[in-house]
């Protein structure tokens, strides 16, 4: 006869438990970055809502940011750091190739010898890795996992830039996800578009630069793209993110989408009809885009700001080079 394997399964449902975040040390005003790209305060301003960007030291990593906030949403969930069996870390900043920053976080916050792994979705790697996370847990392969966002952008910023280098920040932002009684972490709606890779990325490949052919890397893009991609596409994937969750946009507590610039989070709202009730997460203005830690961290501090949200659901959507998004809807903790 032949052997049967066992395939285990998990907690029929799954949850946020807590939000962490860390932010780099240094606020970095508008007035410190227009004279490269002969611009102005009011400019910025106007085009993406930002007065002031978080930026880390030289010596501070995306690692260093990313423990950090691991460790403030362990501590917040009340789950024991020996009894995470995952973690997950969407960045674009990890110093090296290779080892991930999620095995060295693990470590750091004493979750050895839980299984790590980084993805790379840009902007929407945060809500990649609460899908996967939701994933593994459903499917017993997990108990409790952490989940990481965390960029140190200011690392390939070309000062001279006049499409991104002023929007972007530095920091992590990283939940607890674990079982639940109840639903608390929708479907995720995710994908990809290809043929839309120029549109925002790295403007030349690390081998260039070793052969001398190329300067430092640097992020580019190319603005209104991105813009009508992300506010008349993502809308659409917003509302499947919805309607996949079995509820109506009268039933969100709030909008948390990624903080690409304020224009696109208010034409982004004002698209999905979103009623007055819902709170929108609007961290970009002092914090700046960071990428994969935008979305927890807007959420750190929608709690912090409102704590009657507990309990309350919110829609989170991250979009950005790929391009790639990601869309669900969760409870918040």
Same mark, same amino acid.
């Not at 508008?30 to 305060?41: A, K, M, V």
């Not at 002031?52 to 024991?80: M, Q």
């Not at 200011?154 to 932002?173: H, K, N």
């Given at each position: ?7 285990p ?24 970055? *227009?004279?490269p ?6 400019? *910025?301003?106007q085009?993406t ?6 930026r880390a030291?030289? $010596? %501070? ?6 423990s ?6 362990i ?9 995470i069996?995952a973690?997950?870390v ?8 290779? +080892?991930?920053?999620s095995?060295?976080?693990a ?6 010898p839980?299984?790590a ?20 847990i459903?499917a ?5 996992a /952490?989940?990481i966002?965390?960029e140190?952008?200011?690392d390939?910023?070309? +000062?001279?830039d006049?499409s991104?280098?002023?929007? #972007? ?7 607890v ?21 120029d ?12 052969? $001398?052919?190329? +300067? ?10 991105v813009?009508?991609?992300? /506010?008349?596409?993502? /809308? ?6 919805i309607?996949?969750a ?10 948390v ?14 698209? #999905?009809?979103?009623?007055? %009730?819902?709170? *929108? $997460?609007?961290?970009?203005?002092? %914090?700046?885009?960071?990428?994969a830690a935008? *979305?927890?961290l ?10 009657? #949200?507990s309990? $309350? ?9 790929g391009?790639?998004?990601?869309a669900?809807? /969760?409870?918040l903790p």
């Amino acid at each position: 006869m032949t052997p049967q394997l066992i395939q285990p399964t998990g907690a029929a449902h799954t949850r946020i438990y807590a939000y962490g975040a860390a932010r780099g040390e240094n606020a970095v005003p508008n007035e410190d970055l *227009i004279e490269p790209i002969n611009s102005s305060d009011e400019w *910025i301003r106007q085009r993406t809502g930002i007065i002031t960007r978080v930026r880390a030291d030289a $010596g %501070t990593t995306a690692i260093d940011l990313a423990s950090d906030a691991a460790a403030e949403a362990i501590e917040r969930s009340g789950v024991p750091a020996d009894k995470i069996d995952a973690v997950i870390v969407a960045t674009i900043s990890n110093p090296k190739q290779t +080892p991930s920053v999620s095995a060295i976080v693990a470590d750091r916050v004493g979750a050895n010898p839980a299984a790590a792994y980084d993805l790379n979705a840009a902007c929407a790697g945060f809500a990649y890795g609460v899908a996967q996370a939701d994933a593994l847990i459903r499917a017993g392969a997990a108990h409790y996992a /952490v989940v990481i966002g965390t960029e140190k952008l200011s690392d390939v910023v070309d +000062p001279t830039d006049r499409s991104i280098s002023f929007l #972007l920040g530095d920091g992590a932002g990283a939940v607890v996800i674990g079982p639940s009684d109840t639903p608390g972490i929708g479907p995720t709606i995710w994908g990809s578009d290809g043929s839309k890779a120029d549109a925002v990325g790295m403007n030349h490949t690390l081998t260039e630069f070793r052969d $001398g052919v190329a +300067p430092w890397p640097t992020l580019r893009q190319e603005g209104p793209t991105v813009f009508r991609w992300a /506010v008349w596409e993502m /809308v659409k994937v917003a509302r499947q993110a919805i309607e996949a969750a079995g509820i109506t946009p009268d039933d969100l507590a709030a909008f948390v989408p990624h903080q690409a610039n304020m224009r696109i989070i208010d034409e982004f709202a004002k698209q #999905l009809k979103l009623p007055d %009730t819902v709170v *929108i $997460g609007r961290d970009i203005e002092t %914090t700046g885009n960071t990428s994969a830690a935008s *979305i927890p961290l807007a959420t750190h501090r929608l709690l912090d700001e409102h704590p009657e #949200l507990s309990g $309350g659901l919110a829609l989170q959507i991250g979009f950005g080079a790929g391009l790639v998004f990601g869309a669900q809807v /969760v409870v918040l903790p």
